[in-house]
């Protein structure tokens, strides 16, 4: 039996728990680090740190990368459905919403293997800084195959919609100025593309491992990126997060937003604005 005073020690209770929580973590990164050390690193290139009681997993990581001035996160997904993330938020959304600067991974265990890396791209300037990630970060690495794909727009409304039915001679005509449209759209994207390929050679990177296609869109960008991501046994894919912040709200989602919600079985890397 307890006197009525033993029932609850608070000093003795805390003590528990925060020494089941330090166990738990130091069993954890315990084996992330053992893991690192069987493939080559040095020990004193690993860190391991605990925090205890955190109200916001999220944010907490976003500090601490602050704190070590980290360049790169990377973070696990649990395999919450696209509703949970939204109503809910899962850690790697929050860390995705949330951290501007920094490139984010999010990590699927069920990847397949392939060594296929997709960059999707939408401009010149996102094409340059996603080429420059990849020739840092991954091109290093042998045995990868990379394919940049960029989804044309569709046509803008000035080019098929006049509000009138138009006449034989304005058909003619309308259809001109949308191949002309097409024409200079793939011819700018032609550009930045072989700009890229250039990158990655200079790299070591052989030519037949890199591939360059311009696709015109289907049902949307983001929807038609989805189902290319899902048919083509890639294993990761890089793209730029800008959109997530500057274009569109959170709920309506930005292309980056929706492959992040939607893409499985890919390691999906938001290359920030800083990279």
Known sequence: MLYPGELWDADTSLRVAK?????????????????????????DRIETLCRLDSLDPGQEIIKVAG?????????????????????IGSVSTRVVQYEEY???????????PTGNVLIAVESHPECRALTYYVHEWIGPTPGKQYTFLHILP??????????HILDEQERVARHSWKRHWEEEKR??????????REVL????IPNEAIQ???????????????????????????????????KKPFLVGSHANKVLQHARKVHLCLVGRAC
Not at 154 to 163: F, I, Y
Not at 187 to 196: G, L
Not at 212 to 233: F, T, W
Request: hydrophobic letters at 35%; one cysteine or more; charged letters at 30%.
């Open 201 to 204: 050679l200079s790299q070591g």
């Open 154 to 163: 569709p046509v803008p409304p000035t080019l098929w919609d006049d509000g």
């Open 19 to 43: 020494s089941t929580q330090e166990k738990i973590c130091q069993s954890i990164t315990g084996r992330c680090r053992d893991a690192l050390l069987e493939m080559g690193f040095d020990s």
């Open 102 to 112: 920094r490139t984010v991974w999010i990590m699927d265990p069920d990847a397949p």
């Open 187 to 196: 011819r700018q994207v032609d550009q930045f593309m072989d700009e890229a």
């Open 212 to 246: 360059c296609r311009i696709v015109p869109v289907h049902k949307g960008v983001a929807r038609d990126l989805l189902a290319h991501i899902e048919s083509g046994q890639y294993e990761a894919v890089v793209m730029g997060k800008r959109s997530l912040r500057e």
């Open 67 to 87: 704190e070590k001035k980290i360049s790169c996160i990377a973070v696990g997904r649990r395999g919450l459905s696209p509703a949970e993330n939204i109503l």
